[in-house]
Structure formats: C-alpha cells, structure tokens
C-alpha cells in the first residue's frame, strides 16, 4: 500500500496536529486534500474541500462546526449545501460508513486511536475507498484488540434525478 | 499507552504526567505549544479512567479535581505562550470531560468562563473567531451538567457572540448552530433511569430554537440589503443563506419541534422559492443543487410511508 503511486489521493477531515503527518501523508502521496480540524494551525487547510473523482463528488470536513456532533442529519445538512455524493468527515473518531438517502456518509474514525470526549474507547481505524466511474468500493480498515478487520461495501451512484 | 493504563494506578500515572510536564516546561515556549497539548490529552483520558476505576464516588471526584485543576494549569500555560487558539480548545474539552465524565457543574463552568475570556481577550482575527465559537457551541450543545441559571448565561454569551461575528454569512451559520444549544440530544435508550447524580434533563426549548431561527433569517435579509446597496443585488449569497436556513427548519421539523409548524415551514418554502426564481439565482449551479437537493429531501421524506411522512404530506413544494 505504501508503495509509490499506489494511493492517488489522500482525504483527511483534519487534526493532523503536526507538520511531521503531513509530510508523513506526503510522502505516500503528493495529492493530498486536508480539512481543518479544531487543533490544527494550518493556514492553507480550508474548513470544507470538495473533489470530483470518477462520477462522484466528494466532499472533506472536520466536522467540529455540525451541531449536534457526528448527527447524520445535520451531516447530511452539510453534505446538501457542498452538494456532494460523498461526505468524509471526522471529529468524533467514531468509525462510521452509511448511505444516507441517496448519498454517502464516511467517517473513518481516528488513524491514531486518539482520545476523543465524544467516543471514549475509539480504536484506530481508516478507509481505503476505490473509485471506478459511478462505483465507490469502500474499504474499511479497523484496528480492534490487536486485531486488523476490513470490510468492504459497494455504492453505486444513480443516475441523478433533480441535480 | 496500553500497559500504562492496564496497571490502574492513576496516582502514579497522574506522577508521571507532573514529571513530564515539569521537564517539557524548561523547552521554552517554541516548544511547549507543542507539548503540553498531548499532556493535556493524557490527562482528559485519565479523567475517565479514574471516574471509572474507582468504586468510591467521593474518592474519584476528589481525584478527578486534582486531574481537572492540574489541566486548568496547563491550559493556562498554553495560553501565556502565547497559543491561545489551542488553550481555548483545551478549556473546552476540559469543559466536556468536567460535565459529561465527572459531573462537576462548577468546574465545567469555570473552564467554559475561560474559554469565553480567551475568546474576548485574545483570538486573533475574524477566522479564529469563526472555529473558536463552532467549538464552543459544539462542546456546550453536549454539556448536561448545567443548572438552568448557569447554562442560560453561557448559552447567552455564545448567541451574543456569535451575532456579533464579523461577516453576515458567518454570524447567520453561528446564529443556526445556537439554536441547537436550545435543542438538545435525548439520552440513549439505555440511560433509562440510571441517570447519573447531576446530570440534566436534555434541554427542549421549542421557542428559543424559533427565536434564533428567526434571527438568522434577519440576518440573512440584511446581508441582501447590504449586497443591494453596495453591489447592485447580483450576490446570490443571502439566498443560500436562506436555503440553508431552511435546512435547518427542517431538521427541527422532523425532530417534532412544535414551534415549527406545517404552515410556518410552508410559509418559508414559499419565501425561498420566490427567492430563487430571481435570474441571479437560476445561474448559480452551486445554489441551484442545494435548493434542489433539499427539495429531494423533503420529497424522500414524503415518500417513506411513515409517521414523518404523514407530516411532510401536507407540505407543497
């Protein structure tokens, strides 16, 4: 995986916290999309970062400016108003992966396993996400007891209807 | 941090954390910013181990001060370095694990006192004020250690500041989020009856919600005013306002909030609507999808043949 070239772009919702993970993340890949998190300084990371990859649109944000926090329905809110298929967004590090009506909600938890007052036993987690035309593969990646899981789920776009 | 923690013996731990911040604190203040943030962090997780570990309710809320007092030291320091962006966030999370992990209402206030006085003194430009506020009422929206005079002045402060933001677009997003400090989540299924000693019930303020709501549309209507008179009215800002406006009406709507009513959410539909058959409007694709998907929305959730749908059926689009 961390061969160079593997990984075309890395999403992060933010708190890298450190100049070291982000040039960590650079090193593993140059394409990076980075959102600012609430203990980030950061100048050139923007509170929400929207990319279009295969036929989807894809949207990055922390998450610390959704009230009530980690609610899908004010997610989903934001998710409207950057007018995105799917929305990666973090700040609880509750690992999380759903389809919400017609559209996508990611929230591949803490890389770290860092201690969040919203999810008291967060274990590390990520997602790796393949994106084949109107097909999103998303790979989920959590690291429980020692134990590494994955599961894999399928989205497929459908074809838009008042967009 | 695995072994640390299985030991269970948070005295030590807590020793340990003293002694690494005694040495971090001759690395100057290049150095500590970046520190004694992950010190502070340590502290909070062990804040939760001890209110869990020990059986004597006394004797972990006396641990639990100590820890919490020792991170009010360190956020101070944070914020003499000066980084008070970080010092703030600390006193917020500080706030949380004070109200949600040991229920003690007086020290969650005393952090959320000096959030607020790092908030007026020492945030440095219009950006930061815009994260520090969302943090602020992100952490307050999930405190529910507070007795209803304490909580009234920290809500007040955060409604008041946030009206007071710079930018229109800004203040109206902050306006919105407020309301939610009128709305609170209900505990889980199985909190039941075993609520904890000082824990309140989830606040429910149907009119409050509508009061902040209504302010927000206020604002969004005086930022067309101002774009009007400035610009000539081509900005279709103030309109995405109100659509997300909106949004948010309907997720009050469909959370049961009696002060948004059938017809007072159709009445806003209708003002919305108008507003985007303006030219401007149907030029931005960016305002376009929003105000259409949102319609989507409500049209799934009409579809869905539930209790909710029978509330949206009566709703024209």
């Known amino acids: ?163 | 941090m695995g072994p640390c923690q299985k030991r269970q013996d948070t005295d030590e731990h807590f020793e340990l954390l003293r002694a690494a911040r005694d040495r971090f604190n001759a690395g100057g203040p290049k150095r500590l910013r970046h520190t004694l943030a992950p010190l502070a962090f340590a502290a909070l997780r062990l804040v939760r181990t001890i209110k869990e570990g020990t059986a004597d309710s006394k004797k972990a809320d006396g641990a639990c001060k100590t820890v919490l007092q020792w991170i009010h030291g360190v956020a101070a320091q944070l914020a003499e370095v000066p980084a008070a962006e970080i010092a703030l966030q600390l006193y917020l999370q500080a706030a949380h694990a004070a109200s949600e992990v040991a229920c003690l209402e007086l020290i969650a206030y005393e952090f959320f006192e000096q959030a607020f006085i790092l908030y007026e003194e020492a945030i440095p430009d219009s950006k930061a004020e815009v994260t520090a506020l969302q943090s602020i009422v992100g952490v307050l929206h999930r405190c529910r250690v507070f007795t209803a005079e304490s909580r009234d002045t920290l809500v007040h402060k955060a409604t008041g500041y946030s009206a007071k933001l710079l930018k229109k677009p800004d203040q109206c997003r902050a306006v919105c989020a407020c309301s939610h400090l009128f709305w609170q989540e209900l505990p889980a299924e199985e909190e039941g009856d075993d609520v904890a000693e000082g824990v309140q019930p989830p606040v429910r303020d149907a009119d409050n919600v509508m009061v902040c709501l209504k302010r927000a549309l206020k604002i969004a209507n005086s930022a067309q005013q101002q774009l009007a008179v400035v610009l000539k009215g081509d900005h279709t800002t103030p309109v995405m306002l109100f659509v997300e406006i909106l949004n948010h009406y309907l997720f009050y709507f469909e959370q049961g909030n009696p002060s948004i009513t059938t017809s007072v959410l159709q009445s806003l539909l209708e003002l919305v609507a108008n507003e985007m058959a303006n030219e401007n409007c149907q030029k931005d694709e960016a305002l376009l999808a929003f105000y259409n998907s949102t319609r989507n929305h409500i049209a799934i959730q009409k579809d869905k043949g539930d209790e909710l749908a029978q509330k949206f059926s009566s709703l024209q689009l």
């Open chain 1, 1 to 163: 995986m961390q061969a160079p070239g593997k990984i075309h772009y890395i999403l992060s919702p933010g708190n890298l916290c450190s100049q070291e993970v982000l040039e960590y993340f650079k090193s593993v890949c140059s394409n990076t999309h980075i959102t600012k998190g609430d203990f980030d300084d950061n100048p050139s990371f923007q509170d929400n970062e929207v990319l279009e990859l295969g036929d989807f649109r894809i949207g990055v944000c922390h998450g610390h400016q959704v009230v009530p926090s980690g609610d899908t329905d004010a997610l989903a809110l934001l998710q409207r108003r950057l007018n995105v298929d799917i929305l990666v967004s973090g700040h609880t590090h509750e690992f999380m992966a759903m389809q919400h009506e017609d559209r996508i909600l990611i929230n591949p938890g803490s890389a770290t396993g860092a201690f969040s007052s919203l999810t008291p036993s967060a274990h590390p987690s990520f997602v790796l996400m393949d994106i084949d035309g109107s097909k999103a593969s998303v790979y989920l990646y959590n690291l429980i007891e020692e134990e590494v899981r994955v599961e894999k789920m399928e989205f497929t776009k459908a074809a838009s209807k008042l967009l």
